[in-house]
């Protein structure tokens, strides 16, 4: 009988799934190079937060997007030709990276890398499922693929940090190209060089939906990160580009019901698991959201070294490890997904309302632990059982739609969760400091005893009278700007805490959650 396997006969089937998973750390490293820590990144390469986050919204709307059109390449050219050349573009592409200083640039380049991530994952991640010949095998599988994922952000953040401490910013750029150098190689080396679809001419790609899609979806984000920054509809421009993300959206939507063959499938969406499964993605987001505010009170508050907090995500990874292991035995043993979904949000409920606890001026980072840990089970306990219910409501005709569906809840849910936590952050700490500076007046007797006293500290260190007083409102009023932080840390945590009540009471009460997932390998292609 004929071998029509992709890969050499020699190549042993565990070899055949450790180089697969090498070929897909590549969207690791373009993700998580800048996703580690949006502070920390923005200030090594000298832009803005909302900058560096509206970069990574434009890399991974734009690979939702090319995800309509990626069938098209991967079946037009032979699988080791098209992934040796994607490759060898994407290593080209990092390490130019590293010469761009102009942020305009850099967004061209960020699109670019867009494009790359998507161009190989779904055939890499087709040939991957193909590996696993039953439920717990895939289960494992996408355990161990989703969870590096996942676990990308402590690792990237750690390595970044070394780099930065011994070498520039650069060298981590090249090494991150050299790594797709080893992919290439790889796949010359097992793979062969025939056909693994059948061949579709270029000319049948839809690429009047493609930019209206990718026009609308960079547009939208591009309204909710700048949204707060340029105040919402007082903005022109903000009016101007939310009314171009909605007509390109509807056109999108418009053509794509009346064409005979859409690139997307809009009849997805009579499913209700894959709508509660949208809705849950999207949630997860925006509660997941919150760990930055964590972070920056490591930073601004608590004075945490960087590597120090780097470490500690390290911490949050152990929870999320410990997270994917038991939702892969819970889905091994057919558990209820309702069960799964009330337990992982569970814990995230549980680590707002603890957290609220823990905004104080100086905490010790045995204070933190616990619901730190927690909040990484929780999320890795939701992570494979959310991407697999919402990949596998449907049927396998619609598998790629289901998929597109579900990148769009992690990708909305993302960015919509930084608009929120942008916006809810400078609300309430401008409302309690104004409202705590009313405190630091003439007529509050312990606050000019504060002042008096902190202006003398300074006239000790031999500073005059005048700069005396004036680093010592500064300094005051620097802790009045800490304290209002806080309290606004803690009642967003406390109203996603809340929220995450709500969603888990309508969880217990749906009675559209199906009891298990059918896992099928033609649906479970990317989530």
């Known amino acids: 009988m004929e071998d029509k396997s992709i890969f050499k006969s ?21 993700l998580g190079v800048y996703t580690s820590n949006v502070t920390y990144a923005a200030s090594f390469l000298d832009i803005e937060p909302e900058d560096l986050q509206f970069a990574m919204c434009v890399t991974y709307g734009t690979l939702l997007a090319t995800i309509l059109i990626e069938s098209r390449f991967s079946s037009f050219f032979p699988a080791k030709n098209y992934l040796m050349a994607v490759y060898s573009v994407i290593g080209i592409t990092i390490v130019s990276s590293a010469y761009i200083t102009n942020f305009y640039l850099f967004l061209v380049l960020r699109v670019v890398e867009g494009i790359l991530m998507a161009l190989p994952v779904i055939t890499i991640r087709q040939l991957l499922i193909e590996q696993f010949n039953s439920k717990n095998a895939i289960i494992i599988g996408f355990s161990f693929y989703y969870g590096s994922l996942l676990l990308s952000t402590p690792f990237i953040m750690n390595i970044a940090v070394w780099f930065l401490d011994h070498y520039d910013w650069k060298y981590m750029l090249y090494v991150s190209g050299g790594l797709q150098v080893l992919n290439v190689f790889l796949i010359l080396v097992t793979f062969r060089g025939h056909r693994i679809t059948k061949k579709i001419p270029l000319y049948q790609i839809d ?27 007082e903005s022109s421009q903000m009016v101007l580009i939310l009314m171009i ?84 035995y819970f889905l091994m043993k057919s558990v209820s997904t309702k069960i799964i979904f009330i337990i992982g949000f569970s814990l995230i409920a549980l680590f707002h309302f603890w957290f609220t606890f823990l905004f104080v001026p100086d905490v010790a980072l045995s204070d933190i632990i616990i619901p730190y840990v927690l909040q990484g089970i929780g999320v890795g306990f939701l992570f494979v059982p959310l991407i697999l219910f919402t990949t596998s409501s449907v049927p396998a005709k619609m598998a790629v739609s289901s998929g597109i569906v579900g990148v769009s809840g992690r990708f909305w849910g ?28 003439g007529e509050n007797p312990e606050a000019q005893q504060t ?55 309508l969880i217990a009460c749906n009675q559209h959650l199906r009891q298990t997932m059918t896992l099928v390998k033609s649906k479970i292609w990317i989530g």
């Open 414 to 441: 993302s960015t919509i969760g930084f608009c929120v936590m942008q916006n809810a952050v400078v609300f309430l700490n401008k409302k309690h400091f104004l409202k705590l500076s009313q405190f630091v007046t």
């Open 10 to 30: 020699w190549v042993p089937k565990w070899a055949i799934i450790i180089i697969l998973f090498v070929c897909l750390l590549h969207s690791m490293i373009l």
């Open 245 to 328: 993300a909605l007509i390109t959206g509807g056109l999108f939507i418009f053509k794509e019901r009346l064409v005979k063959r859409p690139t997307f499938d809009f009849e997805v969406f009579k499913y209700a698991n894959l709508r509660i499964g949208f809705l849950l993605f999207f949630l997860f987001y925006i509660s997941r959201a919150t760990l930055s505010l964590c972070h920056s009170a490591m930073f601004s508050i608590w004075n945490w070294d960087p590597s120090r907090v780097a470490g500690v995500q390290y911490i949050n990874g152990l929870g999320n490890v410990i997270g994917l292991i038991l939702a892969a």
């Open 207 to 233: 690429w009047m939906s493609y930019f209206l899609v990718l026009t609308a979806i960079l547009c939208g984000a591009y309204f909710f990160v700048y949204a707060e920054k340029k105040y919402w509809f």
């Open 451 to 505: 002042i008096a006293s902190t202006a003398q500290s300074f006239i000790a260190k031999g500073y005059s009278a005048d700069n005396a007083n004036t680093l010592a409102l500064k300094k005051v009023f620097g802790t009045v700007a800490k304290q209002a932080t806080l309290l606004a840390d803690m009642e967003i945590y406390t109203t996603v805490g809340y929220g995450l009540l709500v969603l888990i009471i």
